[in-house]
């Protein structure tokens, strides 16, 4: 019997992906945990492997493809035994694989782009020898993104011929499509149509360009789940910020003395390698904010798993490290390396960036002297991380010249009180201007 590939959920918040790349073909064999696909999830590119043994009989979402929904079939597989040939494709690639309303509710005589089609086709007319095949009855094969593009240009699909396997329609189809040539046949139906379809150029729904030149980019899958992702938690979770300022002369000369006893380990600590440390020794000393609010209950986790924000090419990510207040800051340096540059690579395990209990962002390196975070949901809390810069500041009751660092944290109201996260920003402003405590 032949089997079923489904888009697979990568990771726990996945909702749809892209098949950025097939990496079989129709006829390949493959075997239990080959690599058969590329697939982008909202964080990285990960590899799909296969679970079953079979021959690859068709397959039914192109390459490109964007927004592929979680359970939609992708390919078939033919078990050992079984004739390709004799293989029906399972589905037809799309969630919603019924052709779009307007291609049922009104029949035109619209011929296909075929140069044959008849002009005086009746009002009703019976399907010219070209349209798209269909996989069962009347429904008509396409690709999701092709029946994207075909709403937004105004087409039938059922007018439109398919170049891929077995007659699936893709994206070329109808792109080289005119929609012009539906109507000619019969030009009052374009008066009554409900809407026009804007210029592929226009501005997206809800936005005024005011007649300034501009371009206009899709949003990457990434930059939708960060939008919807932080929208949510601005609107959702009560967040209360807290301020410090901390001298930091004395965590920057431990550095430099660190430093100089692991060069020949190959090893150089940075500043924020040390306020990862801090963070996490914090959330052990203060644990009322080591939490999550979880609606009716609250979860109290017993170890500080640190996220720490990373810029990338297409958005941001946040890999974790792990139980960082029992790690020395060797070991935090060399993981953050490592994560930070498989991160831009989008090489990154779904277990390296989901989780965590708490955040750090860092934006001192651009100069930022004090900025507010929004909270990574389901988090309780963030730590944002401004300039050290040299400022006046108060010592012994004189005032003198230091190196100063402001840093706040937001806190999710809902599970963490102000005077909890006052005593958190306290204990980690301690740890940073008395930092032995962080190598005890």
């Known amino acids: 019997m032949p089997i079923a590939i489904k888009m ?10 892209t098949l950025a790349k097939w990496l079989v073909k129709v006829g390949d064999t493959v075997s239990s945990g080959d690599i058969m696909a590329e697939i ?14 079979g021959t690859i009989a068709h397959i039914q979402v192109d390459e490109g493809t964007e927004g592929v929904q979680v359970g939609t079939i992708i390919a078939t597989l033919a078990e050992d035994g079984e004739d390709v040939g004799d293989v029906e494709p399972m589905g037809d690639g799309a969630p919603a694989p019924s052709p779009t309303p307007a291609a049922k509710e009104k029949e035109e005589p619209a011929p ?15 399907p010219s020898p070209s349209p798209a ?15 994207r593009i075909a709403e937004q240009k105004g087409l039938d699909l059922s007018q439109v011929k398919g170049s891929g396997p ?12 005119k929609p012009g040539k539906a109507a000619d046949a019969a030009p009052a139906p ?5 809407a026009p379809t804007p210029a592929p150029a226009a501005a997206p729904t809800g936005a005024q360009d005011f007649g300034i030149p501009h371009d206009v980019e899709k949003l990457s899958s990434m930059r939708k789940v960060i939008a919807k992702r932080l929208t949510e938690s601005k609107q ?45 020794k914090s959330l052990e000393q203060v644990p009322a904010c080591n939490v999550q609010f979880a609606g009716d209950t609250m979860l109290q986790f017993k170890r500080a798993d640190i996220s720490v924000a990373v810029s990338i090419p297409n958005g941001l990510i946040t890999p974790i490290v792990k139980d960082a207040g029992a790690k020395a800051m060797s070991k935090i340096s060399t993981e953050m390396k490592d994560l930070g540059s498989r991160a831009k690579e989008g090489k990154l395990a779904p277990e390296e ?14 100069g930022i002297k004090q900025f507010e975070a929004v909270i990574n949901p389901p988090q309780g809390m963030i730590m944002a991380i401004g300039a050290g810069e040299k400022r006046p500041y108060v010592i012994d009751d004189s005032l003198q010249i230091a190196t100063v660092m402001s840093a706040t944290g937001s806190f999710d109201h809902r599970a963490i009180d102000g005077a909890d996260g006052a005593q958190l920003m306290k204990a980690f402003k301690e740890l940073c201007e008395a930092p032995l405590g962080l190598v005890a």
Do not use: C, W
Not at 41 to 53: I, Q, S, W
Not at 133 to 145: E, K, N, W, Y
Not at 244 to 271: C, H, T
């Open 8 to 17: 697979p959920a990568l990771s726990p918040t996945m909702e749809e992906g």
């Open 133 to 147: 095949p269909a996989s069962s009855g009347d429904r008509v094969i396409a690709s999701p993104l092709a029946r």
């Open 190 to 194: 374009a008066a009554s149509a409900p």
């Open 166 to 177: 077995n007659g699936r329609i893709v994206k070329a189809d109808v792109e080289n499509a």
């Open 353 to 366: 960036f989901q989780g965590g209990t708490a955040s750090l962002s860092n934006m001192g390196m651009f």
């Open 40 to 53: 982008e999830t909202d964080k990285a590119t990960m590899e799909f492997e296969a679970v079953d043994e």
């Open 112 to 126: 296909t782009p075929a140069p044959a089609a008849k002009e005086n086709a009746a009002p009703a007319p019976t």
């Open 236 to 280: 959702t979770v009560p967040h209360i910020y807290l301020t410090v300022d901390i001298r930091l002369d004395a965590l920057l000369k431990l550095r430099s003395e660190l430093n100089a006893a692991l060069e020949p380990q190959g090893v150089k600590l940075s500043v924020n390698d040390m306020l990862i440390k801090a963070l996490a």
